[in-house]
C-alpha cells in the first residue's frame, strides 16, 4: 500500500474509518454520506455533488444511515452531532466505500460508555457480513466482544 493514495487504497477495498477529506463548508449527515459515495469515482468533485445525490445514491445513503442509527438525523449538520453520532458517522462513511478490509482506530475510547455496546455490535455486523475488521481499542474487553482474535500490544511488542 506505500505509496497509494487515500482514493487508490479505497477503490483496491482498505478502508480507514475517517479517511475522507472534509469540505470546508457544513455538510448534513446525508450529505457527508453521499460524499463518501461518490468520492471514490469523482474525488474532491464529489464534495461539490453531495449536494445532489441521484435516486440511487439516495437510496443508498438512506440505507447505510438506517444501518448505523443516523437515519433520524439525516437532515442534522455534521458539525452538530455528538461523539458518539460522530462515530457512527464515520462507520456510515466508511461502508459507503465498499470495504473489503476496514481499518478502525479505537471506534469504541471515544464514546460514551452507554453507547459502546450497540456500536461494537454494529461492528460485529460489518464483521459478519464479510468484511475484514482491523482496529485498536484500548479496552480489552470490548476488543474481545468484536474480535475473533486479538494481540496485546506494550512498547510496540505482542504481550499475548
Do not use: F, N, Y
Amino acid at each position: 500500500v506505500t505509496g497509494l493514495g487515500p482514493r487508490e487504497l479505497a477503490q483496491q477495498g482498505l478502508v480507514r474509518a475517517s479517511q475522507l477529506p472534509s469540505p470546508p463548508w457544513p455538510l448534513t449527515v446525508a450529505d457527508a454520506v453521499a460524499l463518501a459515495v461518490r468520492w471514490p469515482r469523482l474525488g474532491a468533485v464529489a464534495a461539490v455533488l453531495a449536494k445532489w445525490p441521484g435516486a440511487r445514491a439516495r437510496t443508498r445513503v438512506a440505507a447505510l444511515l438506517d444501518r448505523v442509527g443516523l437515519a433520524p438525523h439525516a437532515r442534522r449538520r455534521r458539525d452538530g452531532l455528538p461523539a458518539a453520532a460522530l462515530g457512527r458517522l464515520a462507520l456510515a462513511q466508511a461502508l459507503a466505500l465498499r470495504p473489503r478490509l476496514l481499518l478502525l482506530d479505537d471506534p469504541l475510547g471515544r464514546l460514551p460508555v452507554d453507547d459502546r455496546p450497540v456500536v461494537a455490535h454494529l461492528i460485529g455486523e460489518i464483521r459478519a457480513q464479510g468484511v475484514s475488521i482491523l482496529l485498536t481499542e484500548r479496552e480489552p474487553a470490548m476488543a474481545k466482544a468484536v474480535a475473533d482474535r486479538v494481540a496485546t500490544l506494550a512498547r510496540g511488542a505482542v504481550i499475548t
